[in-house]
């Protein structure tokens, strides 16, 4: 099982950003990806999970209308949009891979490397 998260970097505040993870060795189409952030000092917070069965997804309050989670069970590929983006969402930005649902790191069998985004002001 391979996850590899791409898209992140230097931006500056008020932009968008997209973020992909591509995965090989599971099958896709029958998990949940969830998307994941990690700041310097702070605990890993789930921002977002996709069921690539049925489609459904569900946000973090604190990403909520402004960041976009998606999935192209074709390519076995998650997305997740990031707009209006702040200093304080610099962090390293993860996805991982589960049969649960949810944004509790946890529920996740698989991860990625991770990307960082730094916003700055």
């Known amino acids: 099982v391979q996850l590899v998260e791409s898209g992140g970097g230097l931006v500056q505040a008020g932009v968008s950003l997209r973020l992909s993870c591509a995965t090989s060795?599971?099958?896709?189409?029958?998990?949940?990806i969830g998307w994941f952030r990690q700041a310097p000092g702070k605990e890993r917070e789930g921002l977002s999970c996709i069921n690539n069965i049925d489609g459904s997804t569900y946000y973090a309050d604190s990403v909520k209308g402004r960041f976009i989670i998606s999935s192209d069970n074709a390519d076995d590929t998650a997305y997740l949009e990031l707009h209006d983006l702040t200093p304080e969402d610099t962090a390293v930005y993860y996805c991982?891979?589960?049969?649960?649902?949810?944004?509790?790191?946890?529920?996740?069998?698989?991860w990625g490397q991770g990307t960082q985004v730094t916003v700055s002001s």
């Open positions: 991982a891979a589960g049969v649960d649902w949810g944004l509790l790191p946890g529920a996740y069998d698989y």
């Open positions: 060795g599971f099958t896709f189409d029958t998990w949940t």
